[in-house]
T-cell receptor, first 115, second 116 residues
């Protein structure tokens, strides 16, 4: 069965600190996709990244980086030098090829960045 | 359109009334999804359309909920005889294709439904 666990309910950091958001997933499928979305106070879910199960290369995009490790079923997200505008709820999600494109979301992590 | 568009943005309705929520997906996207976000339940999948058909409607919580999609574009989610527990944000999303594709799913801003 599909399952996504974001153990951190809420994280508070001071601006310019680095912060890592954890995501652990469960799947029996060999072909699957992992996503991170950001939900700012406005409410819209903003796509950040997609990874397929065959590509374990880590990715960096500006201050954002993602660490995908199949051995530990984790897909962690790091924000370097955090800013107040990074304050949002961050969701990790999983879709399995055999279940179409249906996303299963984690519970989300609330990130508060204080100035 | 440029993004997924949903209407109304906010809806307050009396318990027992029917409501319709509308979604206009990104132009050319064949797959369309409805999700619900509520405080106690997080983000829940409701239904998935590929074109006008719904191969997966496993997330619809009861027979009061239904959805349709016409012309491979606009979709309407209907909730009949609304209950207070239906209060939530209803999110629509679309992607370039569906089954097994792993395509990125883009979300609209949601329709906030409050049942009083």
């Amino acid at each position: 069965a599909q399952k996504v666990t974001q153990a951190q309910t809420e994280i508070s950091v001071v601006e310019k600190e680095d912060v890592t958001l954890d995501c652990v997933y469960e799947t029996r499928d060999t072909t699957y996709y992992l996503f991170w979305y950001k939900q700012p106070p406005s409410g819209e879910l903003v796509f950040l990244i997609r990874r397929n199960s065959f590509d374990e290369q880590n990715e960096i995009s500006g201050r954002y980086s993602w660490n995908f490790q199949k051995s530990t079923s984790s897909f962690n997200f790091t924000i370097t030098a955090s800013q107040v505008v990074d304050s949002a709820v961050y969701f990790c999600a999983l879709s399995e090829a055999k279940y179409g494109n249906k996303l299963v979301f984690g519970a989300g992590t609330i990130l508060r960045v204080k100035s | 359109g440029a993004g997924v568009s949903q209407s109304p943005s906010n809806k307050v309705t009396e318990k027992g009334k029917d409501v319709e929520l509308r979604c206009d997906p990104i132009s050319g996207h064949t797959a369309l999804y409805w999700y619900r976000q509520s405080l106690g339940q997080g983000l829940e999948f409701l239904i998935y359309f590929q074109g006008n058909s719904a191969p997966d409607k496993s997330g619809l919580p009861s027979d009061r909920f239904s959805a349709e999609r016409t012309g491979g574009s606009v979709s309407t989610l209907t909730i009949q005889r609304t209950q207070q527990e239906d209060s939530a944000v209803y999110l629509c999303a679309s992607s370039a294709s569906g089954m097994g594709s792993g395509n990125t799913i883009y979300f609209g801003e949601g329709s906030w439904l409050t049942v009083v």
